[in-house]
């Protein structure tokens, strides 16, 4: 059974650092392209970032030069290292998998906030 | 600014048949198909629709997608209380040089 599950969001103040984890099982990330998704609070979704299945990484522009993906293939395990966090950033967080996002965690919530 | 356009809000009454649609531009859903995915309150968004018009396992068919130029709908036929959700469109972009995008999410109501 595919199964995604999110953790390290939490509270952090402005141009702090914060790394989400999203743990994997029945199914391989390195195998995937595998992204993270966020929600502002009361708002809609916005695709922050994908690693392909070969390495490649893309950027939405509101995260770019401040937020890296990256997983850990003998983990099984997708990150998002969220660094110069901003109010702006506060969201729940959701790692989904494969270019359909087919399967989605329950989501971490990050709160960047003084 | 999301870079799909799709109504905020729509409506219907149980048994109705409603569309939503989504509208994008060449670099997008000209180029890319389109998937859907509905957001149920307080839950995390489930794939309804991808491929413009696929189904996975377990999605009623009564949710269908189509896709024309750089326009997509998504129908509901036979419309059901449970089916009161946010529901979005999304596409692969192949002008920005980053992940997807998704459209502003439409609310169905059922009346």
């Known amino acids: 059974e595919v199964q995604l599950v999110e953790s390290g969001g939490g509270l952090v103040q402005p141009g702090g650092s914060l790394r989400l984890s999203c743990a994997a099982s029945g199914f391989t990330v390195s195998g995937n392209y595998m992204s993270w998704v966020r929600q502002a609070p009361g708002k809609g979704l916005e695709w922050v970032s994908v690693?392909?299945?070969?390495?490649?990484?893309y950027y939405a522009d509101s995260v770019k030069g401040r937020f890296t993906i990256s997983r850990d293939n003998s983990k099984n395990t997708l990150y998002l290292q969220m660094n110069s966090l901003r109010a702006e950033d506060t969201a729940v967080y959701y790692c989904?998998?494969?270019?359909?996002?087919?399967?989605w965690g329950q989501g971490t919530l990050v709160t960047v906030s003084s | 600014q999301s870079v799909l356009t799709q109504p905020p809000s729509a409506s219907g009454t149980p048994g109705q048949r409603v569309t939503i649609s989504c509208s994008g531009s060449s670099s997008n859903i000209g180029s890319n198909t389109v998937n859907w995915y509905q957001q149920l309150p307080g839950t995390a968004p489930k794939l309804l629709i991808y491929?413009?018009?696929q189904r996975p396992s377990g999605v009623p068919d009564r949710f269908s997608g189509s896709k024309s130029g750089t326009s997509a709908s998504l129908a509901i036929s036979g419309l059901q209380s449970e089916d009161e959700a946010d529901y979005y469109c999304a596409a692969w972009d192949d002008s920005l040089n980053g992940p997807g995008v998704f459209g502003g999410g439409t609310k169905l109501t059922v009346l």
């Open positions: 989904a998998r494969s270019s359909f996002l087919d399967y």
């Open positions: 491929s413009n018009n």
């Open positions: 690693i392909y299945s070969g390495g490649s990484t």
